[in-house]
């Protein structure tokens, strides 16, 4: 019999992050690139000065309301399907049982339509077992990329109206960052102004 389904959801939230640098400040410099000499005589090229942030992706992962949502959403998908998958186990686990009791008084005939009655009984929980995994895979992967977008999306408004230059990701795992000023943490007003959104569209979902 095939092994029973045992996948368990972990999305990463540090992952999505730390490609999430946003850069305010694309088209700075490529005017002076294309300026005549005189042009470029005439007034020095300003170079703005350049604002950096970080996010504790971890800390961020724990307390984003929708994310900590998502994950209880995909984790009880993961125990129902394997719930469902455990009791049809032990069902079919039963039948084979009481085959191997009765087959010594079987006819020839009868052996061989229950085991081949068995046989597509483990194909089916096989069947079963690779489509609950691939939903759940999907799932996750479209809940995963909402959560990364209601990310980015805030992170683009907010690097613009501060004028930040980027903004980068620190976590634990996986330390790309490592050492920041906590000045330049802004982990904190991102969580809340992220829980802010979250509950106003949770609030407008509901009406």
């Known amino acids: 019999m095939n092994k029973l389904f045992t996948t368990v959801t ?6 999505a992050l730390a490609v999430a640098a946003i850069s305010c400040n694309q088209n700075a410099g ?7 000499d005189s042009t470029t005589a005439k007034a020095p090229t300003s170079v703005k000065e350049e604002k950096i942030v970080y996010i504790n992706s ?13 994950r209880a959403k995909l984790e009880a ?52 077992d690779q489509n609950a995994s691939a939903s759940i895979q999907q799932d996750e992967s479209t809940e995963f990329n909402n959560v990364y977008n209601a990310i980015t999306e805030y992170l683009k408004k907010h690097a613009e109206d501060n004028g930040y230059t980027l903004v980068l990701t620190y976590s634990k795992s ?25 509950k106003d569209k949770k609030a407008s979902e509901k009406k």
């Open 58 to 70: 971890d800390t961020l992962s724990e307390k984003y309301e929708y994310f900590k949502d998502i």
């Open 174 to 198: 996986n330390p790309t960052v490592l050492y920041a000023d906590s000045k330049l943490d802004i982990t904190a007003n991102v969580i809340d102004a992220l829980n802010k959104e979250y």
């Open 77 to 128: 998908k993961v125990k129902k399907a394997q719930s469902d998958l455990q009791s049809k186990g032990q069902a079919f686990q039963r039948e084979v049982a009481d085959y191997q009791q009765k087959a010594a008084t079987m006819s020839a005939s009868d052996r061989q339509a229950t085991e081949e009655k068995l046989a597509r009984k483990q194909d089916e929980l096989g069947r079963l």
């Open 10 to 15: 972990k999305v990463s939230l540090a992952v």
């Open 30 to 36: 490529t005017g002076s690139a294309t300026t005549s």
